[in-house]
């Protein structure tokens, strides 16, 4: 084998450089995979807040430059006290992808609707030291979590997305176009061009689909006279990511209600590091690379809250696609943190999102939502259904997402924070999962964290 095919060969090691128009396309390939999902919880939450044009395009810069920066980390970690320290570092130093998490957005939906923006970014903001703590104390804390809580967490947020994603595919609750005939085609076009790229396409074309189904709703709705180029025209071509544009509020139970999923989304980030691990390089995960983990997930969150947005997580798309290709280099999938970072520079990129219709992204997707909720099933399958699980889930999704969707007058009564953690069910099925499982301690075989294919 000459030189050049061992240089080529780096690609499925972790460490080495191969050259840069090897490693371009397949780092670039991520960013594709991730830059819907990436941007949309921003789109939604900025639709619930009220934030204009230039409002979104700074949501959506911040949120491209945060989740490249915190996968460099996630690539390259940092250690915290020394490098000779055996204390836990920033990063696993595995192939993690980072970006926007769909798992805060309902219950940013509710902060927002309470307190605003500063409210969402200020409870984002303090709730992620949970997960940070998490990250060092992961063995100890892990027997609370057991599959079957994480499972009925990822069906509530599944079905209160799903909602949110009906709302954008008739053109956004409130819009004066909201629920006609335009909308509704527009919504299904993108639908089933997602759906086709998923049944019948390959490799790029397959993970690349909610981008392939935005770019068809682009062009659709061109032709169809629904798209406004102002903001895009007015945007610039280069801006400096600036911290702390639309301020804080600091809210007891705000703080609470984040610090509750970022449990959850320290569980997912195991689930992504260890699929990446088992995959790629047929072994679980160490502890000291899901410390670094969830710690770097911590500490990305952290950043977006001060970068204006929402919380990071591993995506669960790009730990796919690792397992798929079996690319594990890091600088290849390094080249995509930097096009993240640098496309965060450039607010003309995040404008062109922001002037797609709502209809387009409530098309593209409502079926990431679905996914969501079908992990979650998974999740309570693979734990089992015996009849202590049985009895922890009914009482969960009972008083969890009964009481949460129910009459007021259910829950009016009740002290103030314990009525504002009850209207949110992701929350309050999250902390009653918790308490049940304490109630009903699980068996052996229910305390292990089981991957989310």
């Given at each position: 084998?000459?030189?050049?095919?061992?240089?080529?060969?780096?690609?499925?090691?972790?460490?080495?450089?191969?050259?840069?128009?090897?490693?371009?396309?397949?780092?670039?390939?991520?960013?594709?995979?991730?830059?819907?999902?990436?941007?949309?919880?921003?789109?939604?939450?900025?639709?619930?807040?009220?934030?204009?044009?230039?409002?979104?395009?700074?949501?959506?810069?911040?949120?491209?430059?945060?989740?490249?920066?915190?996968?460099?980390?996630?690539?390259?970690?940092?250690?915290?006290?020394?490098?000779?320290?055996?204390?836990?570092?920033?990063?696993?130093?595995?192939?993690?992808?980072?970006?926007?998490?769909?798992?805060?957005?309902?219950?940013?939906?509710?902060?927002?609707?309470?307190?605003?923006?500063?409210?969402?970014?200020?409870?984002?903001?303090?709730?992620?030291?949970?997960?940070?703590?998490?990250?060092?104390?992961?063995?100890?804390?892990?027997?609370?979590?057991?599959?079957?809580?994480?499972?009925?967490v990822l069906i509530a947020i599944g079905i209160n997305l799903l909602?949110?994603?009906?709302?954008?595919?008739?053109?956004?609750?409130?819009?004066?176009?909201?629920?006609?005939?335009?909308?509704?085609?527009?919504?299904?076009?993108?639908?089933?061009?997602?759906?086709?790229?998923?049944?019948?396409?390959?490799?790029?074309?397959?993970?690349?689909?909610?981008?392939?189904?935005?770019?068809?709703?682009?062009?659709?709705?061109?032709?169809?006279?629904?798209?406004?180029?102002?903001?895009?025209?007015?945007?610039?071509?280069?801006?400096?990511?600036?911290?702390?544009?639309?301020?804080?509020?600091?809210?007891?139970?705000?703080?609470?209600?984040?610090?509750?999923?970022?449990?959850?989304?320290?569980?997912?980030?195991?689930?992504?590091?260890?699929?990446?691990?088992?995959?790629?390089?047929?072994?679980?995960?160490?502890?000291?690379?899901?410390?670094?983990?969830?710690?770097?997930?911590?500490?990305?969150?952290?950043?977006?809250?001060?970068?204006?947005?929402?919380?990071?997580?591993?995506?669960?798309?790009?730990?796919?696609?690792?397992?798929?290709?079996?690319?594990?280099?890091?600088?290849?999938?390094?080249?995509?943190?930097?096009?993240?970072?640098?496309?965060?520079?450039?607010?003309?990129?995040?404008?062109?999102?922001?002037?797609?219709?709502?209809?387009?992204?409530?098309?593209?997707?409502?079926?990431?939502?679905?996914?969501?909720?079908?992990?979650?099933?998974?999740?309570?399958?693979?734990?089992?259904?015996?009849?202590?699980?049985?009895?922890?889930?009914?009482?969960?999704?009972?008083?969890?997402?009964?009481?949460?969707?129910?009459?007021?007058?259910?829950?009016?009564?009740?002290?103030?924070?314990?009525?504002?953690?009850?209207?949110?069910?992701?929350?309050?099925?999250?902390?009653?999962?918790?308490?049940?499982?304490?109630?009903?301690?699980?068996?052996?075989?229910?305390?292990?964290?089981?991957?989310?294919?």
């Open positions: 084998m000459n030189t050049n095919d061992d240089r080529k060969n780096l690609i499925y090691q972790l460490n080495g450089r191969p050259p840069f128009l090897v490693a371009f396309p397949l780092g670039l390939q991520h960013v594709l995979a991730m830059f819907t999902s990436n941007l949309a919880p921003c789109f939604i939450l900025a639709g619930v807040v009220g934030l204009d044009g230039p409002g979104k395009i700074i949501m959506a810069q911040c949120a491209m430059f945060i989740s490249g920066v915190t996968t460099f980390f996630q690539l390259y970690p940092f250690p915290l006290f020394g490098r000779k320290s055996k204390l836990p570092r920033i990063g696993a130093e595995l192939p993690i992808v980072m970006g926007t998490s769909f798992a805060f957005v309902p219950t940013s939906i509710t902060i927002g609707n309470a307190y605003g923006l500063p409210g969402v970014l200020g409870g984002a903001l303090v709730g992620s030291l949970v997960e940070f703590v998490m990250g060092f104390a992961i063995k100890p804390l892990k027997k609370f979590f057991p599959p079957l809580i994480i499972g009925a909602k949110a994603g009906t709302g954008y595919w008739a053109g956004g609750v409130g819009s004066a176009s909201y629920g006609s005939p335009q909308n509704m085609l527009l919504g299904l076009l993108v639908f089933v061009s997602v759906i086709l790229c998923q049944r019948f396409g390959r490799g790029m074309m397959q993970v690349s689909a909610l981008l392939i189904g935005i770019l068809v709703g682009y062009v659709a709705s061109f032709f169809m006279g629904m798209l406004d180029f102002s903001a895009l025209l007015g945007a610039s071509w280069f801006a400096v990511p600036i911290p702390l544009r639309f301020g804080y509020e600091f809210h007891l139970d705000a703080i609470l209600s984040f610090a509750a999923l970022y449990v959850v989304s320290g569980l997912e980030t195991i689930g992504n590091t260890s699929g990446i691990t088992v995959a790629a390089f047929d072994r679980e995960a160490t502890v000291e690379e899901t410390s670094g983990a969830i710690i770097a997930d911590s500490f990305g969150s952290m950043l977006a809250s001060v970068f204006n947005t929402l919380p990071n997580t591993a995506f669960g798309q790009n730990a796919g696609l690792v397992a798929m290709t079996r690319v594990v280099n890091k600088f290849a999938i390094a080249t995509g943190a930097a096009t993240l970072v640098l496309a965060g520079f450039v607010p003309k990129v995040g404008a062109i999102f922001t002037i797609m219709p709502n209809s387009v992204l409530g098309g593209a997707i409502i079926g990431v939502f679905a996914m969501i909720t079908i992990n979650g099933i998974k999740l309570i399958a693979k734990a089992g259904f015996s009849q202590r699980n049985i009895t922890v889930l009914s009482v969960t999704f009972a008083l969890g997402m009964g009481l949460a969707t129910g009459p007021e007058a259910m829950t009016s009564q009740l002290p103030s924070l314990v009525r504002y953690v009850m209207k949110d069910s992701v929350v309050a099925v999250c902390i009653i999962g918790i308490i049940m499982n304490i109630i009903f301690p699980p068996d052996g075989e229910s305390v292990a964290v089981i991957t989310v294919d």
